[in-house]
């Protein structure tokens, strides 16, 4: 049920319903609501389980649609024609909202929509009303997407080539593992698929008589590669994540407590973190890998390793109990408490934008383990730009060495020349990513400015 309150500007903010997606999009709303906007909040029924039970926020209206896949994708086979219905099931819902809430006295004044939903802009110009992209993934990655639609197609044309490297406007040296996946070339059918839908996001903007990107970073973070687009006004209005985790005032989870005073027991900087986001599963080798790292590193760890309904005793780790002797092994935790906490010396990270900005506003040094879509950006600008972490980079083939894991784990948690500069770099991005947010810092001057103007 919402309750809307009327005469406040109305905004339609639209996401694909991924927790990834979902999180930042929820975290914009938030914020767009605390500066006087009505928000009403879209996307599909199997996003509701990312949706907490209990939200609720004045000025703040749900609208779920259903695509016909209300559980979710369960088959990767059915990647195209998923996204297919989101778009048809999607716009249709858009639209309803858009002349009933016109009727009700309550019109909508902007639509607001993420990565892979270009066609809100379509939806959007056909009621004559104006639409921004909120880009959820970093300026860096942004702005490969854009000179790779935008002149710069060929020059990626021998990316096999081992001394590859292109040097784009704004960005450092960039080498095969440190572009997005959708960009190299790949048989599979979801990935051509994601490639032409981000084009269409590109062919949009480049209609669009006033082209603003609101972008999920901050000024002092990206500054060369939001200025890097003349074309385009990217706009940063983040760190977009808890609101309270960057005040330091977020309340403890209940079902959370477990890890909590696990980590009330360890020393300061002692404990390392592993996560690797909610979509990525590792197979059983890496997994392996991962573990004998962390048992020759002999340090404290906390590992999120996902329930497994189907798990057989031969999918289990080899060395569990020794495992379980040195660390803490969950199926879940919160992690912005995790991440704040003093214990805390270490995350090894998929490198998803979402975990990487909320590490960054919380100073911890991370192991960069990219996998897939921008987390190879990431992990670059993380090494070699913002230098707060190392990189685990593995084969040609991927496959990673347990070995090469325990090396970064001690450049990262040692007490060498490195590892002092890594803390420092973390400590420094910790205060710019805060003060970014402030009232009067860049990010909120810039979300404030887009209010002001709607």
Not at 5 to 10: F, M
Not at 40 to 53: D, E, G, H, N, V
Not at 74 to 91: E, I, M, T
Not at 151 to 161: L, N, S, V
Request: aromatic share 10%; hydrophobic share 35%.
């Amino acid at each position: 049920m919402c309750t809307m309150e009327h005469r406040r500007q109305h905004i339609i903010l639209t996401t694909y319903p991924a927790q990834g997606h979902i999180n930042p999009s929820l975290k914009l709303a938030d914020k767009l609501v605390d500066l006087g906007m009505q928000v009403t909040f879209t996307t599909s029924i199997s996003a509701r389980r990312f949706i907490p039970k209990t939200y609720s926020k004045k000025s703040l209206c749900f609208k779920l649609y259903s695509d016909g896949y209300d559980q979710g994708i369960q088959n990767p086979a059915d990647a195209v024609d998923f996204y297919n219905k989101l778009k048809s099931y999607g716009a249709k819902c858009v639209e309803e909202i858009i002349v009933s809430s016109a009727q009700q006295g309550n019109p909508v004044t902007c639509l607001v929509y993420t990565i892979f939903y270009h066609w809100v802009a379509e939806v959007a110009r056909g009621f004559d009303l104006p639409s921004m992209l909120y880009w959820i993934q970093p300026a860096a990655v942004f702005a490969i997407y854009y000179y790779y639609f935008n002149g710069y197609k060929d020059a990626f044309d021998k990316i096999d080539d081992p001394s590859w490297s292109i040097k784009l406007p704004g960005l450092p040296l960039l080498n095969k593992p440190d572009l997005p996946s959708f960009i190299i070339p790949s048989s599979q059918d979801v990935y051509t698929k994601a490639l032409a839908s981000l084009k269409q996001h590109f062919d949009a903007l480049s209609s669009d008589p006033m082209p603003k990107v609101l972008i999920n970073s901050f000024e002092d973070l990206e500054h060369h590669a939001l200025k890097s687009i003349d074309k385009l006004i990217l706009l940063a209005v983040g760190p977009v994540i808890q609101s309270a985790f960057l005040d330091g005032k977020h309340d403890s989870f209940d079902n959370s407590r477990k890890q909590i005073d696990w980590l009330n027991s360890k020393g300061d900087s002692s404990v390392i973190y592993v996560s690797f986001g909610t979509m990525i599963n590792l197979p059983k080798s890496e997994m392996e890998e991962i573990a004998k790292a962390l048992l020759k590193s002999g340090r404290p760890f906390l590992w999120i390793v996902k329930k497994n309904k189907d798990e057989k005793e031969e999918d289990k780790l080899s060395c569990m109990d020794k495992l379980e002797e040195q660390g803490l092994i969950v199926p879940w935790c919160s992690q912005v408490e995790v991440l704040s906490h003093k214990a805390l010396g270490c995350f090894v990270t998929h490198c998803g934008w979402n975990s990487t900005l909320e590490t960054l506003a919380s100073g911890v040094p991370v192991v960069a383990y990219p996998k897939w879509t921008d987390q190879g950006t990431i992990a670059k600008m993380i090494q070699d730009v913002w230098k707060t972490g190392v990189r685990v980079n593995g084969s040609e083939q991927g496959n990673v060495d347990g070995d090469e894991i325990y090396q970064c784990l001690e450049t990262v948690m040692g007490r060498g020349e490195k590892a002092e500069e890594l803390r420092r770099n973390a400590e420094k991005w910790k205060d710019l990513a805060r003060e970014a947010v402030k009232h009067g810092g860049t990010s909120y001057k810039h979300l404030k400015g887009f209010v002001e103007e709607m």
